[in-house]
């Protein structure tokens, strides 16, 4: 079994499975240490916990409860399997739900509410999308607890001081996004849990605190880009990215072409500009 850790933050944290067991290896007992919820994101694998046997395949989820003991084999899938898994603290599981019926199924089948998230998670864990790990996970624990508890999320109007709460969390967002700032940070500046933070800020102003950071970061670096004379690098560390390459690519991908081909753009664009005010 290889482990990535992926995120760890106050509330969640997210860690990348890749087992590459075979059909003739012995199984052994492991024991969950907190609750969590594993996405089933490519192979299969069977399961034993609680005196129940559960089969799983590519978008179904594996459930932990602390201290239940489990058992996992391939005595019937073919090697290996990869699971996206994020592990709960009992603050985030008491303010989702912390609904027992729920928390020791042990396992849900493909489920298509589950599997749409479980797509984004992923897509989040490589890069792909602007939501945060650590938002998704919030996300698809609580969307799992509906579903298993048969329960739906009930949307409550939002109040004046909560809007103007998820604006000035905003403008702290948009001071600070240079900085390496995460929900948790975030959720404490508003004074309130990271969960319900983020379906307030989300709910007021339609994109999740990590969305407005990257797009916030993204203004900045074209700004940058357009009137400064400074290496991509550069740019890239100034507004709060931590990697270059992850630079490069959220910007093409929010912009359609990279920051050195925007740069010329835009520097092509004040030429076309001079060269007219020169005529007159």
């Not at 997210?14 to 996405?39: I, L, W």
């Not at 699971?83 to 303010?95: D, N, Y």
């Not at 920051?259 to 092509?268: E, K, T």
Request: glycine share 8%; hydrophobic share 40%.
């Amino acid at each position: 079994m290889i482990r990535t850790p992926l995120l760890k933050h106050r509330s969640i944290s997210v860690s990348d499975f890749r087992c590459t067991a075979s059909p003739g290896e012995k199984p052994f007992t492991e024991q969950f240490g907190c609750h969590s919820v594993s996405y089933v994101r490519k192979g299969s694998f069977g399961c034993q916990s609680r005196g129940r046997t559960f089969e799983l395949v590519t978008g179904s989820v594996l459930v932990g409860f602390p201290g239940d003991e489990y058992v996992c084999s391939h005595d019937h899938h073919v090697c290996g399997d990869e699971c996206l898994s994020f592990f709960l603290e009992p603050e985030l599981v008491e303010t989702i739900g912390d609904r027992r019926e729920a928390w020791r199924v042990g396992a849900a089948p493909p489920l298509p509410e589950l599997m749409v998230l479980g797509e984004l998670a992923q897509a989040a864990a490589v890069g792909r999308s602007d939501i945060g790990l650590d938002e998704i996970g919030h996300l698809f624990a609580s969307r799992f607890v509906e579903t298993a508890s048969g329960r739906t999320h009930k949307p409550v109007a939002v109040k004046a001081r909560h809007r103007r709460r998820a604006v000035e969390a905003a403008h702290w967002i948009e001071a600070n996004s240079h900085r390496q700032i995460n929900l948790d940070a975030t959720a404490n500046q508003a004074g309130i849990s990271p969960f319900h933070f983020l379906r307030l800020f989300a709910n007021v102003l339609g994109v999740t605190p990590h969305q407005y950071l990257v797009r916030s970061r993204l203004r900045h670096a074209a700004r940058l880009l357009a009137d400064e004379d400074i290496a991509i690098t550069e740019v890239a560390y100034d507004v709060g990215f931590a990697d270059l390459s992850n630079f490069v690519r959220t910007f093409h991908r929010a912009a359609g072409l990279s920051p050195s081909a925007f740069r010329d753009a835009a520097r092509g664009m004040r030429k076309i500009f001079q060269a007219s005010d020169a005529l007159h």
